[in-house]
C-alpha cells in the first residue's frame, strides 16, 4: 500500500514537514500491525529532492513513504506553464492509496499553495483514495479547521476521509509521538482494506 505525505507549508524544512513524516510513519506501521494488512520489513521515506522534484525511492521490501513538499514547487504551481515537478508529484498523488495532507494553519485554514495544488487534480482525483487530513497551528482556538475546511476539500475531490484529521497545536509538537500513536489507532481501522495489496 503506498503512503503519500503531502506538505503545503510555503517554508522548506518546517515543522508540519516533520509532523506529517511522523504521521505517515505511525501509519505505515499501524497497517503493518493490522490483520491482513501484509508484512512490512520496515518503512523508508523519499522526500523531495532539489527544487521541489518528488522522488519515488527502492523501498527494498519496505513500506514506501513518498514526501511530496510544496515549498520546492512554489513557484511551479502558480505558473501557467507544465512543469515537469509538478505533473511527477501530482502522479504521485494519484497513484496514492492513503493520502496523508499536511498544512499549517494560516488565517484559520490551510495554505493557498496547497490549495492551488490540489485545484490542478482531475475533478474526483482522489476517488477511492483514503485521505487523511493534517493540520499544524499555534492556537486551540483553530482545531476545528481539520474538520471545517481542509476534510470538506478532500471529500470533494472524492476521497474517503476517516475521522478525526489530526490537529497538532506546537506546544504539543515535544509530544508527538503520543499524538500521533493516539490519533492513527482512531482512524487507521477506517482505512479500507486492499486485498492482495501488501503493505
Do not use: C
Not at 503512503?3 to 510555503?10: D, E, F, K, R
Not at 499555534?138 to 476517516?162: K, N, T, Y
Not at 508527538?176 to 486492499?194: N, T, Y
Amino acid at each position: 500500500m503506498s503512503i503519500v505525505t503531502l506538505v503545503g507549508n510555503p517554508r522548506g524544512g518546517s515543522r508540519t514537514l516533520a509532523v506529517a513524516v511522523r504521521a505517515a510513519e505511525e501509519v505505515a506501521r499501524a497497517l503493518a500491525a493490522r490483520p491482513a494488512s501484509g508484512v512490512v520489513a520496515g518503512v523508508a521515506v523519499a522526500e523531495t529532492a532539489g527544487p521541489g522534484a518528488p522522488v519515488r525511492g527502492d523501498g527494498g521490501g519496505s513500506s514506501l513513504i513518498d514526501v511530496i513538499d510544496l515549498s520546492g514547487l512554489a513557484g511551479q504551481v502558480f505558473t501557467p506553464e507544465p512543469s515537469a515537478a509538478v505533473e511527477a508529484a501530482l502522479d504521485l498523488v494519484l497513484d496514492a492509496d492513503v493520502l496523508v495532507v499536511a498544512s499549517p494553519t494560516y488565517k484559520g485554514t490551510y495554505t493557498g499553495l496547497l490549495k492551488a495544488f490540489l485545484d490542478r487534480l482531475p475533478h474526483r482525483g482522489l476517488a477511492g483514495k483514503a485521505a487523511l487530513p493534517l493540520l499544524v497551528m499555534g492556537d486551540p482556538q483553530h482545531s476545528l479547521a481539520v474538520e471545517v475546511h481542509l476534510r470538506p476539500l478532500l471529500v470533494e475531490l472524492g476521497a474517503i476521509v476517516p475521522t478525526p484529521g489530526l490537529v497538532v497545536l506546537e506546544s504539543r509538537i515535544p509530544d508527538l509521538d503520543d499524538v500521533v500513536s493516539s490519533w492513527a489507532a482512531q482512524v487507521v481501522p477506517q482505512l479500507p482494506v486492499r486485498e492482495g495489496v501488501p503493505v
